[in-house]
């Protein structure tokens, strides 16, 4: 609510509130006020009120801490998924090869960060990794990772990618190839978290809803972790036995609301899903011939700007 005081005869919009403490206004900042309106109590003033929420894609993106901001709520942060890597199929060489899948990357779902006023932050989200497409030998691309950082809060997280799959070793006449596993990302806090406190706009850590701290992906609060690594079927046994690809690594953790990974292509001629939210790439299958494998999830952020007392 916008509050005026009349300065020499005229209104005039003020930003802040102090109140005289002795003889000082230093640190006398007033976060609320009320007047009695009709004896009931009703606000006319907060100091601060939470920004709406922004999201943002693989790239560099700078942002401006608001002057009277001292806190950001990251309702979901993730890196970039690998990618799964192709199908294999053989010249009698007594079995066929299903493509590993990809894994998802590092997360946070719903965790506040102590800020400070005026920063500038640098957020590098990452890009999800490609798919795999060699057939005897290759790897697929590993995700990117996301971080953010703060010319006065300097490293407040960093969320790593999920890690490339692989094959290595086989032949068209054999021998079959061997399949390497993608590794899941990880995810490390190094800033301050806030685990209790209440924003100028009454919410507090408990809160829920819309406006509150549990409408990530996970739907719990202060909740920061890894990837899942994609499944790996390995070789059948047998020419031309059939074999779907492996199912991308889950982003998000492993239950609630979690993003699912791309999904395995079921034979030769159905390829891999990719992944999305950060979640890792579908790998290929085999028989009839060999299919493609999914690109990883790009990753993403979604904050919000806060003031906590």
Same mark, same amino acid.
């Given at each position: 609510m916008t509050v005026f005081v009349k300065d020499g005869g005229s209104f005039r919009e003020i930003s802040e509130l102090f109140v005289r403490d002795g003889t000082s206004y230093t640190n006398k900042t007033i976060t609320n006020a009320y007047v009695k309106d009709s004896g009931s109590w009703r606000e006319i003033y907060?100091?601060?009120?939470?920004?709406?929420?922004?999201?943002?894609?693989?790239?560099?993106?700078?942002?401006?801490?608001?002057?009277?901001?001292?806190?950001?709520?990251?309702?979901?942060?993730?890196?970039?998924?690998?990618?799964?890597?192709?199908?294999?199929?053989?010249?009698?060489?007594?079995?066929?090869?299903?493509?590993?899948?990809?894994?998802?990357?590092?997360?946070?779902?719903?965790?506040?960060?102590?800020?400070?006023?005026?920063? @500038?932050? %640098?957020?590098?989200?990452?890009?999800?990794?490609?798919? /795999? $497409? #060699?057939?005897? !030998?290759? =790897?697929? +691309?590993?995700?990117?990772?996301?971080?953010? @950082?703060? %010319?006065?809060?300097?490293?407040?997280?960093?969320?790593? /990618? $999920? #890690?490339?799959? !692989?094959? =290595?070793? +086989?032949g068209v006449q054999g021998p079959l190839r061997t399949n390497n596993a993608s590794t899941a990302g990880t995810g490390t806090s190094q800033g301050t978290r806030k685990t209790t406190f209440t924003t100028t706009g009454g919410l507090t850590q408990a809160s829920t809803g819309s406006n509150g701290f549990t409408g990530g992906p996970v739907g719990t609060f202060n909740q920061l972790g890894n990837g899942n690594a994609g499944t790996n079927p390995g070789n059948c046994g047998g020419d031309n036995c059939t074999i779907g690809g492996g199912d991308g690594g889950n982003s998000y953790g492993s239950g609630g609301n979690r993003v699912s990974g791309g999904s395995g292509g079921p034979n030769g001629s159905t390829s891999g899903t990719a992944g999305t939210q950060g979640s890792g790439g579908g790998g290929g299958g085999t028989e009839p011939g060999s299919s493609g494998g999914g690109a990883g999830g790009a990753g993403e952020i979604t904050y919000r700007f806060l003031r906590t007392t």
């Open positions: 907060t100091l601060f009120t939470a920004t709406s929420y922004v999201t943002e894609g693989p790239g560099t993106h700078t942002i401006t801490v608001p002057s009277l901001a001292n806190a950001i709520h990251i309702q979901f942060a993730v890196a970039g998924g690998s990618g799964g890597m192709r199908g294999a199929d053989y010249d009698k060489a007594g079995g066929e090869s299903a493509g590993p899948a990809g894994a998802s990357g590092g997360y946070i779902s719903d965790v506040v960060y102590q800020v400070t006023g005026g920063e @500038t932050l %640098t957020a590098v989200v990452g890009s999800g990794g490609s798919a /795999g $497409g #060699g057939v005897y !030998s290759g =790897s697929s +691309g590993a995700g990117g990772n996301t971080t953010l @950082t703060g %010319t006065s809060s300097a490293n407040i997280f960093t969320l790593t /990618g $999920g #890690g490339a799959a !692989s094959v =290595s070793g +086989g």
